[in-house]
C-alpha cells in the first residue's frame, strides 16, 4: 500500500540553526500539507500546497517557515531560524484530491534545545 | 467549545467491550474524518464520513454524522487491547483546499 514517507523520524537542532524536513508524498497525489503537534496539545495545520504554490497557511506559518518541491517527489518545510517552542511532532500529509482521505506520515519529531 | 473537539478526554474500558467517542464541531463541512495515533507515532486514518453522509462502517469501526447538531460519533465494538491509542477527529471545512482541524482527541484505554 502506497504511504506518505518522512525523514528524519527524529532531528535535535541548537536553537537558531536551520532544520530541513522531508517528506515524499504519495506519488499521484496532488495536494500536500504540513501540520505540526506539540507534546500534549493537539494537531495543528501549518500549510497546504498545491499546483507549486502555497495555497493557504495558518498564523503558525510565520516568515521563518517554508516549503518547497524541488522535484517531482520531495516536499520539504524549512524553519530558518529554529526556536525552542518549534519543538514538536511535524507531519507530512497528501491527499490525491479535495473531500477525500488524507494520508499522513510517521512524522519527525524536532527538538529544539 | 473548539472545533472538533472530541468527548470523553479519556476513556477505559474492558476487552470485548464497545467503545464510544464523540466529536463536535462548529462549522460547516465537506467531510469529517477519524484517525488514530499511538503514543508518539504517526496518525492512522480510519474512516471518512461525508456531509451528505450519515453512517459509516469498516470493520468493527461504525461512525455516525448528524449535522443538524454538528456531531459525530465512532463506536468501535468488540474492543481489543490493541485498540488502545488516541483518536482524534478532524473535520474539512467546505471552503479552502482541504485543511483538516483536529480535535484534541480521546486517549483509549483497552484492559486485556
Known amino acids: 500500500e502506497p504511504e506518505v514517507t518522512q525523514t528524519p523520524s527524529h532531528q535535535v537542532t541548537q536553537m537558531g540553526q536551520e532544520v530541513i524536513l522531508r517528506c515524499v508524498p504519495i506519488s499521484n497525489h496532488l495536494y500536500f500539507y504540513w501540520y505540526r503537534q506539540i507534546l500534549g496539545q493537539k494537531v495543528e495545520f501549518l500549510v497546504s500546497?498545491?499546483?507549486?504554490?502555497?495555497?493557504?497557511k495558518s498564523e503558525i506559518f510565520d516568515d521563518q517557515f517554508s516549503v518547497e518541491r524541488p522535484d517531482g517527489s520531495n516536499f520539504t518545510l524549512k524553519i530558518r531560524s529554529t526556536k525552542l517552542e518549534d519543538s514538536a511532532m511535524y507531519f507530512c500529509?497528501?491527499?490525491?484530491?479535495?473531500?477525500?482521505?488524507?494520508?499522513f506520515g510517521q512524522g519527525t519529531r524536532l527538538t529544539v534545545v | 467549545s473548539q472545533q472538533g473537539e472530541e468527548d470523553p478526554q479519556a476513556l477505559s474500558i474492558q476487552e470485548g467491550e464497545n467503545a464510544t467517542m464523540n466529536c463536535s464541531y462548529k462549522t460547516s463541512i465537506n467531510n469529517l474524518q477519524w484517525y488514530r495515533q499511538n503514543s508518539g507515532r504517526g496518525l492512522v486514518h480510519l474512516i471518512l464520513i461525508r456531509s451528505n453522509e450519515r453512517e459509516k462502517h469498516s470493520g468493527r469501526l461504525r461512525v455516525t454524522l448528524d449535522t443538524s447538531k454538528k456531531s459525530s460519533s465512532l463506536l468501535i465494538t468488540a474492543s481489543r487491547a490493541a485498540d488502545t491509542a488516541s483518536y482524534f477527529c478532524a473535520t474539512e471545512s467546505n471552503s479552502g483546499y482541504s485543511t483538516l482541524t483536529f480535535g484534541k482527541g480521546t486517549m483509549l484505554l483497552v484492559s486485556p
Open positions: 500529509a497528501s491527499i490525491r484530491e479535495l473531500n477525500t482521505e488524507a494520508f
Open positions: 500546497f498545491y499546483n507549486n504554490e502555497i495555497s493557504e
